[in-house]
Nanobody, 125 residues
């Protein structure tokens, strides 16, 4: 059974850095593109960041570009989202996602096949 488990969410003040982790189990995602997608209350899911299977290609939403970074450690089947200078508008449930058959870093939330349960991030002003 494939599982993606996020951790590291919580309540932070604007400007206070936060790092999310996503540990995968049940399958080795070392050759698959992975990413982060978020959903704020009353809004649709929004792509945040994606990373290719080797970690050599990354993509970011314009709203987080320059503030967030994404990385992965294939040895432990884990990806990370480093959130620097978070803003109140970054408040959302953050989901880890993985592609089933492709290794590139897609900016489309719809192409991801596996999803975690989400972790809440709340940024206070």
């Amino acid at each position: 059974q494939v599982r993606l488990v996020e951790s590291g969410g919580g309540l932070v003040q604007a400007g206070e850095s936060l790092r999310l982790s996503c540990a995968a189990s049940g399958r080795n995602f070392g050759t698959n593109g992975m990413g982060w997608v978020r959903q704020a209350p009353g809004k649709e899911r929004e792509f945040v960041a994606g990373i290719s299977w080797r970690g050599t290609e990354t993509k970011f939403a314009d709203s987080v570009k320059g503030r967030f970074t994404i990385s992965r450690d294939n040895a432990i089947n884990t990806i990370y989202l480093q959130m620097n200078s978070p803003k109140p508008e970054d408040t959302a449930v953050y989901y880890c996602a993985a592609r089933s058959n492709f290794g590139d870093s897609s900016p489309l939330a719809s192409v991801y096949d596996f999803w975690g349960q989400g972790t809440q991030v709340t940024v206070s002003s």
